[in-house]
């Protein structure tokens, strides 16, 4: 019975038939992952207000030749504002609740947009959050940097932990029409679990916030 288990392990330890003669890089990463596509051709094929779409012809880095179509964004930030000031063990995050007309129903979401040229993102954080909910916030904290839909979609989104919190006057656009919903942690965390909250952001920045709370100063 020892020997199976001894050879089993042997077998998996051996590198996959598509990787033999691949050097390894740091981090465990073989030298055909660390190169980026070579671009042949790129034409913008869409112009719209928040994003463009390019079609891209590509040699890859495992060496196959490829058209991509990329939605081209700027960049967003996600907002998960907490008061831990009543309960710190359970304290409220701020949501959102807003129609979203590409998933055709209204959503539970973390506040969160654009950054706009030229501007940092945490100044856009800052802005978004005085613009979307009114509150401001005295601590800042950069929770994570992760890309929405990497198959077709370059936006990547970065989601700041804002602490210490007081309200103030909100300022949206006009075409934004959000309803504030306030509640706590745990509460957000069940509805979560109950797949009652469907935004992708939204369940990245609650999970990751509760994992790291404890060991966050």
């Given at each position: 019975?020892?020997?199976?288990?001894?050879?089993?392990?042997?077998?998996?330890?051996?590198?996959?038939?598509?990787?033999?003669?691949?050097?390894?890089?740091?981090?465990?990463?073989?030298?055909?992952?660390?190169?980026?596509?070579?671009?042949?051709?790129?034409?913008?094929?869409?112009q719209g207000r928040v994003f463009s779409v390019f079609r891209d012809e590509?040699?890859?880095?495992?060496?196959?030749?490829?058209?991509?179509?990329?939605?081209?964004?700027?960049?967003?930030?996600?907002?998960?504002?907490?008061?831990?000031?009543?309960?710190?063990?359970?304290?409220?995050?701020?949501?959102?609740?807003?129609?979203?007309?590409?998933?055709?129903?209204?959503?539970?979401?973390?506040?969160?947009?654009?950054?706009?040229?030229?501007?940092?993102?945490?100044?856009?954080?800052?802005?978004?959050?005085?613009?979307?909910?009114?509150?401001?916030?005295?601590?800042?904290?950069?929770?994570?940097?992760?890309?929405?839909?990497?198959?077709?979609?370059?936006?990547?989104?970065?989601?700041?932990?804002?602490?210490?919190?007081?309200?103030?006057?909100?300022?949206?656009?006009?075409?934004?029409?959000?309803?504030?919903?306030?509640?706590?942690?745990?509460q957000a965390l069940a509805l979560a679990t109950a797949n009652e909250i469907?935004?992708?952001?939204?369940?990245?920045?609650?999970?990751?916030?509760?994992?790291?709370?404890?060991?966050?100063?």
């Open positions: 019975m020892v020997q199976k288990t001894k050879t089993a392990v042997q077998k998996t330890a051996r590198p996959a038939p598509g990787n033999k003669g691949m050097k390894k890089t740091t981090g465990g990463k073989t030298a055909a992952s660390s190169k980026k596509a070579q671009v042949l051709s790129s034409k913008k094929v869409f590509v040699i890859e880095p495992g060496g196959h030749k490829n058209v991509r179509e990329v939605i081209r964004h700027n960049g967003s930030v996600v907002i998960l504002a907490v008061d831990e000031s009543k309960n710190p063990r359970d304290p409220d995050v701020i949501l959102e609740r807003q129609y979203r007309h590409a998933s055709g129903q209204f959503l539970l979401e973390l506040p969160a947009g654009r950054v706009e040229p030229r501007e940092s993102t945490l100044a856009a954080a800052k802005r978004e959050m005085i613009e979307e909910t009114g509150y401001r916030a005295k601590r800042w904290t950069l929770l994570a940097k992760y890309f929405a839909s990497p198959g077709f979609l370059g936006e990547w989104m970065q989601i700041y932990l804002a602490r210490e919190i007081s309200l103030g006057e909100a300022q949206p656009e006009e075409d934004e029409k959000i309803e504030i919903v306030r509640m706590p942690l745990s469907h935004d992708g952001k939204t369940l990245i920045g609650l999970m990751l916030y509760d994992r790291l709370r404890k060991d966050l100063r």
